[in-house]
């Protein structure tokens, strides 16, 4: 217990550890507040929506998991700020790379879904649905990876 105690005592007198936001190595894209928080929304919906994805496919839902990517993902889901304030707006904000990153996933998305509703004697292939899949979440992780808004 006296151990315990001891490295508890150590760890609360400890620095904590700071991480300075030029060693992170992504660009940082500065946007408004509010463009900020309308894609942190969207992304979190992303999110979402590729959980439902790979629960479907687990069930072999091959139509439900094409319609979520296309409605929620897809070229369908592109345009959702168009009506929101410009500073509310991420795209205007962001640089061209990153905007081609994000219509790439849009475009991987819809791609995702044909594939997913291509089926074979009623069933879908499910090593090629996920193989569509790859380039959607490869998406995800190439603009996460590569840049920052905070």
Do not use: W
Request: glycine share 6%.
């Amino acid at each position: 217990m006296k151990k315990l105690l001891f490295a508890l005592a150590l760890i609360a007198v400890a620095p904590a550890p700071t991480f300075a936001a030029d060693a992170d190595g992504r660009q940082f894209v500065e946007m408004s507040p509010e463009a900020r928080a309308e894609m942190r929304a969207e992304m979190l919906d992303f999110q979402t929506a590729l959980h439902s994805i790979i629960a479907a496919l687990g069930e072999r839902k091959f139509k439900d998991a094409a319609d979520t990517a296309e409605k929620l993902i897809g070229v369908s889901a592109m345009g959702r700020h168009r009506m929101s304030p410009p500073n509310a707006r991420p795209g205007m904000f962001m640089p061209n790379e990153m905007h081609a990153i994000a219509r790439g996933m849009h475009l991987a998305a819809t791609d995702f879904a044909k594939v997913a509703k291509a089926t074979k004697d009623g069933k879908g292939d499910p090593t090629k649905a996920l193989a569509a899949l790859q380039a959607v979440t490869g998406a995800c992780v190439a603009c996460h990876r590569s840049y920052r808004t905070q």
